[in-house]
């Protein structure tokens, strides 16, 4: 009985022991804000927050796991211990660490070395991802700015080669990103320098070496290559470290800006030269001279001479004589680029066309202005007189041009989109380069073209959004009608430079022609009407197409939601009849009395007419015909009847005169 | 004593000439007017229309000339129920009269014998008062007023006869307005026309519409019947007139050979649109 009492206790004496190592045992004292013990000789808070630590990474574990030579069952706990190692768990950063500056420091016993609990914490660690943990992005620059800011014993003391490194970053484009715009994508302290195993840029393994720089700086600007191509001919870039220029060479680490860096091929070096007002080319003697301030005040300010005039040499001492081919400004604007070298424009430009337009002909040069600019020679206002260089009758692109399009410039300005934007300055209204694109302009027979047909409507629709809404709900809309017949687009009634008011009655009366051209028919018999009739003489009140059918929701009569359906005829009638009804509206609008067999009334009633028109003729004409000759016969007779009363008279006369 | 000036016949009342005149006026502003509507796809359509103002003013001009030719029509049949009251008493009398513009058979006798002196098989019939063709010219204005007048108010408020006709009677009014007009100028501006004005006697115009008179000299030859009727009944004197001083047929002709010019024109017009640009 004893001896399994004994037994009983001792489990129990075990099982108490063994709870004492368990987290909890450990809180029952450690849980007390006022708990302090002695480590290594100094006078500690021992105190852990509960909470805390159960919101942390680690909050699975037992406080033994980490504090393995803890002497769990003597309270108090012994006071000598050693650091608690991370590196039982996390082996793989353990090693990466042990590689790195921190690491080595800190076993040579740099007491400002930092290991894992400096940076990381001691019992609240949390996962990166948490916006709250002291190694989360956002966090990472004052992190390791703690011991790397200016001024800090590390940044005094050590050999360390930047300086202002913090600030800088702060001010750089990535520390904007990151501190001022939140962006945690952004590039912090460790992106480039790695988390753990930092080493110093002399380090072929380095993150940051010349060798390895440009791959930590693509992991995130994958796509730097074809940026950068022109410059530093893509795959050399790397594989070439030592030969081409490396990131850093022109951005500057820390500084990263949103500006070219005053270094090597700087504009500064290339103006040394070219802003003697005298220099030439020794080949042809053209001028090579620089006007700076014109490109400072361009949209290029912020570019430098080597980035445009790439292929300068650095190590040259005329880093430009290495140059051999022109500015390609694809380089950069690489879509515009494609755009145009698709265009007739580029097409001409590369079967070496002297005439062809190429990037500087409309934009200039050193002096290129924005679109925005209304100095810019691409302002909208000033795009009409750009194009019209070349464009103008007789010029030289217009002579070479065999389409239906006659005196392009001088219509288009007196078009409504000419006089809208060059007479009354309307920057918005529609200007060359908004139908015909600016660097993709394309005959209007080529399917690409914004001006081929299938393309006009959505061309115009940029601005005309509702009308191109409007007009491919149409019978005219491809969208709509299935035919192998051309369907009318925009400018098929709207003309393409002489765009018109449609309210100006030029266009009213041409418009009747426009549809007539497709509707001969209906068109004629529409002339023969009174409406017809009346728009010929020039009267521009009365019904025309479009009044009755509709611009550009024209549906057919038999759709309910025609102007012309049963529904809705009399209210279109209304428009100009107000007092129009029913039995008002049929009325036939494109009658004709030429056939009878769908106008039979019409038919018989004008041949009737025409009946009688040619019985009266006939009965009178030939009555008067017979009477021709004998009233000729007549006036003689009459004549002479008269006279020989006129001698009577006379004779009278003569005789009373003889009387006196 | 004789007086050493031929002596000349009232044949038309103020009234009447005054109506004539006025019918003019507005015959010739209604066929100019619709004719440039009729013949729209002429040039010339396209410069008269301009000439009035465009077409809006033309088609006010028209309407106007309409109201004064109704006006005209109604003052003419105001006159006649005056005339039938104060000189005949009765309608029979007054249709019955030799003033009558009712056919008889004296003018069925008088268009035989025309047409045998037309062929030299007769002498010249002693016409009357009226003569067949000017009873066909006026009752030809009868029937002009009726079809031209009713359709043209057709035309003139199509929303208001609609409700009484179909819509496509609209469509017909306007082919019987336009066709009947056509004929109606076609008929004045050459049968009229050259039976008063361009048969050889008359050449180049009889001003008596306007003048009223004409010397009874050759008022004996031209009309011998109603010289003889009025000579019979005493009345001759009656209608002895002084004529006008020069000055006035000089206006008279101005005005008659304007009119004259402009039907001539319009004739040409018509035959040029027919021929060459009819559709």
Known sequence: MMKSFSIVISILIYLTSVSAQSKEECLMCHEDEQLRGTRNGKNISVFVNANNFNNSVHSQLDCIDCHDDIDAENIPHRTTFKRVDCGKCHDDIEKEFGGGLHRIAYDKGDPLAPICQDCHGYHYIRPVSDHNSVVSPLKIPFLCGRCHREGAPVQVQRNIPEDKILENYSLSIHGEGLLKKGLIVSATCVSCHSAHKILPHTDPNSTISRQNISKTCSVCHSEIETVHRKIIRGELWEKQAHVLPVCVDCHQPHKIRNVFYEQGMADKDCLKCHENPNLVASKDGRSLSVDHSVQLNSIHNNIACSQCHSEVNVSHVRPCESITHKVDCSSCHSEVGDEYNTSTHGILAASQDPNAPNCKECHGTHNVLGRLNPNSPIFSINIPILCAKCHRAGEKAAVKYTGPEKDIVEHYIESIHGKGLMKSGLTVTATCTNCHTAHHELPHTDEASSINPKHIAATCGNCHHGIQDMFEKSVHSALVTQTDKPLPVCNDCHSAHTIKRTDSEGFKLEIMQQCGRCHEKIAETYFDTYHGKVSQLGYTKTAKCYDCHGAHDILPVDNPKSHLSHDNIVQTCKKCHEGAHRQFAGYFTHATHHDPGKYPILFWTFWGMTGLLLGTFLIAGLHTLMWLPRSLKWKKELKRKLNTDKEEIKGTEDEEQNEK | ?279
Do not use: C
């Open chain 2, 1 to 279: 004593m004789k007086s050493k000036n031929p002596r000349f016949i009232q044949r038309f009342t103020r009234l009447n000439r005054i109506l004539h005149i006025l019918m003019i006026v507005s015959f010739l502003t209604l066929a100019l007017t619709g004719m440039t509507l009729k013949f729209s796809y002429t040039g010339w359509a396209v410069i008269l229309s301009k000439f009035f103002g465009g077409f809006e003013s033309a088609g006010y001009l028209h309407r106007f000339a309409a109201t004064i030719m109704i006006g005209v029509f109604v003052t003419h049949l105001i006159d006649l129920f005056k005339l039938k009251r104060k000189e005949f008493g009765s309608w029979k009398k007054l249709l019955k009269s030799d003033n009558s513009m009712l056919f008889n058979k004296k003018d069925l006798k008088d268009f035989l014998s025309s047409l045998k002196w037309f062929v030299g098989k007769g002498e010249r019939p002693e016409y009357g008062r009226w003569t067949y063709w000017e009873k066909f010219d006026y009752f030809a204005v009868f029937w002009g007023m009726f079809v031209i007048g009713s359709t043209g108010m057709t035309l003139w408020f199509p929303e208001f006869f609609t409700h009484f006709v179909p819509g496509w009677f609209i469509n017909v009014a306007t082919i019987v307005h336009s066709d009947e007009a056509l004929l109606a100028t076609g008929f004045i501006f050459t049968v009229h026309f050259f039976n008063t004005h361009l048969r050889p006697e008359k050449f180049p115009m009889d001003i008596i519409i306007f003048s009223g008179s004409m010397p009874l000299e050759e008022f004996k030859l031209d009309r011998p019947d109603e010289y003889k009727k009025l000579v019979e009944s005493g009345e001759l004197e009656k209608y002895i007139v002084e004529p006008y001083p020069p000055i006035v047929i000089r206006a008279i002709k101005i005005f008659g050979w304007t009119a004259l010019t402009i039907g001539f024109s319009m004739v040409l017009w018509i035959i040029y649109a027919m021929l060459f640009v009819y559709r």
